[in-house]
């Protein structure tokens, strides 16, 4: 469970970090948006570090899944567009092919 609440929080802090970049060069705000997204960049590469796992690369990938399934949040909590069924669809696969990396058997090395 700590590893899935760092994905969790790092997927928030990267989608929101990178918010702050769309809305300063995409919604022409102000550039102080610019602090506070690369602070939470910051956060999120902090987090990632947190997952269980001895190889960066695996985390980096288990990580994906979570971050589509966040993304996906971040459309409709915070934009406001609903995801449609093939979003869903695509997500679960996305979520099942984290799993898999994160729970397969590991070959001893």
Known sequence: MPTLAAYIGAALAE???????WVWLRLDKPIWWVGPGMASLALF????????SAAAGRAYAAYGGIYIAASLFWLWAV???RPGRWDLIGVSICLLGAGIIIAGPRAPV
């Open 15 to 21: 989608i929101a970090g990178c918010f702050a970049f």
């Open 45 to 52: 590469a902090y987090l990632l570090t947190l997952a269980d």
């Open 79 to 81: 934009e406001g567009v």
